[in-house]
């Protein structure tokens, strides 16, 4: 079955940029979408279609995806982005999600 | 607003079986692929059934497929997930999302989930 990997954690000072990094066979070839989730909260989709941000999501998230890698970049990061992220791909009609990964902003 | 009200949840012993109920209201449902997807207590998420907007179209994780099914009733806006002989590993929150774009591959909307868990 398809797998998608994230790292466990990243961690990131404030105003600095984040990166989380999402890999899968020929992940490029297929649309990544991320998910935030804070602790006790609902997800909330933050990029779809590999590079697309939702209304409302501000813009120093950004995402990219080639090759076997999807990357979720979050730019001049903030202490409210603090919480885990998930990737999730689409593989023979079934949706796969990453592990996801916690971001710590310290 | 779009809004996903889930209840349905709760304790059940291994073997039995549950019904979730998703409301809907604030967008036309009828239009929308619904998912739902689970996470377990400390762990991440994971996909568990969709279904197309007329509700002709369905799949499955493999984990569930032969015991959960997934229903939508456009009349009520409400989406269903019936659980038969349940497993102690299917204890989780369970979120109903709407899917937009290309085949309601992206999650937009989450409900704020139902907990089932599975027990003896």
């Known amino acids: 079955s398809y797998e998608l990997t994230q790292p466990p954690s990243v961690s990131v000072s404030p105003g600095q940029t984040a990166s989380i990094t999402c890999s899968g066979d020929?992940?490029?070839?297929?649309?990544a979408c991320w998910y935030q989730q804070k602790p006790g909260q609902s997800p909330v989709l933050v990029i779809y279609?590999?590079?697309r941000r939702p209304s409302g999501i501000p813009e120093r998230f950004s995402g990219s995806n080639s090759g076997n890698t999807a990357t979720l970049t979050i730019s001049g990061t903030q202490a409210m982005d603090e919480a885990d992220y998930y990737c999730?791909?689409?593989?023979?009609?079934?949706?796969?999600f990453g592990g996801g990964t916690k971001l710590t902003v310290l | 607003e779009v809004q996903l009200v889930e209840s349905g949840g709760g304790l059940v012993q291994p073997g039995g079986s549950l019904r979730l109920s998703c409301a809907a209201s604030?967008?036309?449902?009828?239009?929308?692929?619904m998912h739902w997807v689970r996470q377990a207590p400390g762990k991440g998420l994971v996909w568990v059934s969709r279904?197309?907007?007329?509700?002709?179209?369905?799949s499955y994780a493999d984990s569930v497929k032969g015991r959960f099914t997934i229903s939508r009733d456009n009349a009520k806006d409400t989406l269903y997930l019936q659980m038969n002989s349940l497993r102690a590993e299917d204890t989780a929150v369970y979120y109903c999302?709407?899917?937009?774009?290309?085949?309601?591959?992206?999650?937009?909307?989450w409900g704020q989930g139902t907990r089932v868990t599975v027990s003896s």
């Open positions: 999302i709407r899917g937009v774009n290309s085949g309601g591959n992206d999650l937009d909307y």
């Open positions: 604030g967008f036309t449902f009828s239009s929308y692929w």
């Open positions: 279904i197309n907007s007329d509700g002709s179209r369905t």
């Open positions: 020929k992940l490029g070839d297929k649309y």
């Open positions: 279609q590999d590079t």
């Open positions: 999730q791909a689409w593989d023979s009609s079934r949706a796969v």
